[in-house]
């Protein structure tokens, strides 16, 4: 029998985008027009499930997808039995405690006695018993930010990424907790086939986010430069070098990482480098 992959992504939200462009920069082609709730890829074999994020972790513990995208606080929250796969470096917030700003605070020991506001009781939880303090933890599902104005709570604990909306609920952050960014979760107990549709989709990531970083450089330069150019432009291996019509004259190839260009750009000038040419690469396969 084929396998076919089940992957599961956030149907609509701040993972939406980055998740499916992940796998579509893979050369994954599937339809995920709105309000569909599974795809099937034209040209892999898998299969996409749209899914609230909060879902995800259950359904890959459960191996009804094989593999998911969740942010690194839904996935320590719900605490799940699943393979934490690869971080994916997208979807970038933190989760902080937050009291009315009139208010002052010392340290995270004021929070003692206090009830705090939140949807990450876990997360909380951990840090307050981390930290030797005890609260109540009271938990709601959404519209956390509200809690103190309404009475409800002393402080709040939530997710962060401005803090545009504390602000204006007349709130300030006053300890980060946790940090998160996506992460691709898997259910640990894989069929070998399906293992190595995993594999050859973390193959395809690794290039893509290898391409990402790094640029193809193209140069002129006059033959007598090629050694001074060659130290400033750290290849993959070593430069391609090819004669130009003009006699004398070459042109010089290389990969490197776009921070090595931009350090070395003045550089590469006074050595006698002309006509530089900077092009993205698109995959990268060592
Ligand atoms: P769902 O309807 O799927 O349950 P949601 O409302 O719970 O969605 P989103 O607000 O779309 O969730 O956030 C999804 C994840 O994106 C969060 O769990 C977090 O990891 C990350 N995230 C949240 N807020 C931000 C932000 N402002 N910037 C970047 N990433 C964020
Ligand atoms: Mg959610």
Known sequence: MNEVLRIAVQKSGRLSEDSLNLFKECGIKFDNGAGKLKATSSNFPAEFLFLRDDDIPGYVEDGVA????VGQNVHVE???HVNEVKLLGFSKCRLSIAIPR???YG???ELEGKSIATSYP???GNFLKDNGVTAHIHEISGSVEIAPSIGLAHAVCDIVSSGGTLLSNGLKEVEVIFRSEAIMIGYPNLSPEKQSIVNQILFRIDSVQRAKNRKYVVL???QENIAL????LPGMKAPSILPLADEGWVSMHSV???QDFWQNIEKLRDAGAEGILVLPIEKMIF
């Not at 094989?66 to 995208?69: E, P």
């Open 107 to 109: 340290s995270v020991k």
């Open 122 to 124: 876990v997360i909380l």
């Open 78 to 80: 719900t605490s799940k």
């Open 229 to 232: 150019i060659r130290q400033l």
């Open 220 to 222: 002129n330069t006059k």
């Open 102 to 104: 009139s208010e002052t």
């Open 66 to 69: 094989d593999i998911g995208i």
């Open 256 to 258: 490197i990482e776009e």
